[in-house]
């Protein structure tokens, strides 16, 4: 067995000197889903340290190769100090980069025990943890009890034509072509990334506001600054479903492994009749598998809409580890409590009453976007 040796990497000069080896450990870690990359990882420190982020790299290091590598924050919910992927709420996926091999489980128990040294941390909460990840096909016992999520996805390989439209759909397109030609853009350039992922956010909290729904990742100060960051790289693909001049849908995501991941999707609420989303969707999908891509992934949770798309789901789990009697408070908090009031919330939505109390709330929680944060003018009027 080789030696090894783990060290905590806290600041942006520490990370900035280790980004050669950690593009490098990515491209070995077979089941790496690009949101611990360090492109995702670098671009949510420079946004969120402004928020007061307490971010934590755990290396591990044979023979001075990285070997493993956790990337994490600390932050404090539900009375405790607890430990998180680095960029939730918008990272999707939990996992640490490791090489293959033999080794992986004791090189994460090493991890661990050096977490669990560290005062200031009462839970360890790793969560959206794939099953197929790193961690979760390595033996980490995952929690039994929690919120049952799946990510899921469409199998591109087996697509040996376009996907088929329903009478429905095809109906709902002849709606969006009352306002022009339809036709699938991806962004070429820096700018029209840019302003796309402007328009995207606006239309996803219009969307939020109109149901009364919240969304921490949208919520959170950080996100807007975050995503133009990475629109400034080449990391994000931005597409756009057109109707004439106007843009009535987008889908921003990125692909990693052969794999597409539709991060946020949106659609103008003038065009709902259209439905611009599922039409977005099925166009971006006859896209990815046209360019060899083998996975689309629609990310948790597994919504309706997703379902309906979908060859199969991959199940998400979770592993706490309490450090302290406030952690195994938090714990029972986000294992137990937490389910039980999204259920109670569901079963709420369909009375009229608590869905007018929903919308409200939605509309003071969903803070509205700065436009004057791009710097770039609104998109066109249906009337312009």
């Known amino acids: 067995m080789s030696s090894f040796y783990v060290e905590t990497l806290a600041s942006p000069e520490a990370i900035d000197a280790s980004a050669a080896a950690w593009r490098a450990l990515e491209a070995e870690t077979p089941e790496a889903t690009g949101f611990q990359s360090f492109t995702w990882c670098r671009a949510w420190i420079e946004a969120a340290c402004e928020e007061g982020l307490a971010f934590r790299v755990v290396a591990l290091r044979v023979d001075e190769r990285l070997a493993m590598l956790w990337p994490l924050q600390v932050e404090r919910r539900f009375g405790a100090r607890i430990l998180r992927w680095l960029g939730e709420p918008m990272t999707q996926y939990g996992d640490a980069l490791a090489l293959a091999s033999d080794e992986r489980t004791r090189w994460r128990d090493a991890v661990l025990a050096e977490i669990a040294r560290w005062r200031d941390v009462d839970l360890i909460p790793l969560t959206k943890l794939r099953r197929d990840g790193v961690l979760a096909s390595g033996g980490l016992e995952l929690a039994r009890c929690g919120e049952k999520l799946a990510a899921p996805f469409v199998e591109l390989r ?99 492994r052969g794999a597409y991941r539709s991060l946020i999707g949106s659609y103008d609420l003038r065009y709902a009749e259209g439905a611009p989303g599922r039409a977005l969707t099925t166009l971006l999908i006859d896209r990815c598998a046209a360019e060899g891509l083998a996975i689309y992934d629609f990310l948790a949770p597994a919504d ?81």
């Open 304 to 384: 309706p809409y997703k379902i309906e798309f979908a060859d199969g789901a991959t199940p998400i789990g979770a592993h706490f580890e309490p450090l302290s009697l406030k952690g195994h408070v938090a714990a029972f908090v986000l294992t137990r409590m937490r389910p039980m009031a999204k259920r109670l919330a569901g079963a709420a939505a369909h009375l009229a009453f608590f869905r007018a109390c929903r919308r409200f709330l939605g509309h003071a929680a969903t803070p509205r976007l700065d436009r004057n944060f791009f710097a770039r003018p609104p998109w066109p009027r249906l009337d312009s």
């Open 158 to 256: 087996a697509l040996h034509s376009p996907r088929r439209e329903s009478k429905s759909a095809r109906r709902r397109r002849r709606k969006l072509t009352a306002f022009g030609q339809v036709r699938l853009e991806q962004a070429a350039t820096a700018s029209r990334v840019g302003e796309l992922v402007w328009m995207a956010l606006a239309q996803k909290q219009d969307w939020l506001r109109e149901r009364g729904f919240f969304s921490r990742g949208l919520s959170h100060r950080a996100t807007s600054s975050f995503l133009d960051l990475l629109a400034q790289g080449d990391l994000l693909r931005l597409h756009a479903l057109t109707a004439g001049p106007h843009v009535a849908a987008i889908d921003i995501g990125f692909v990693r």
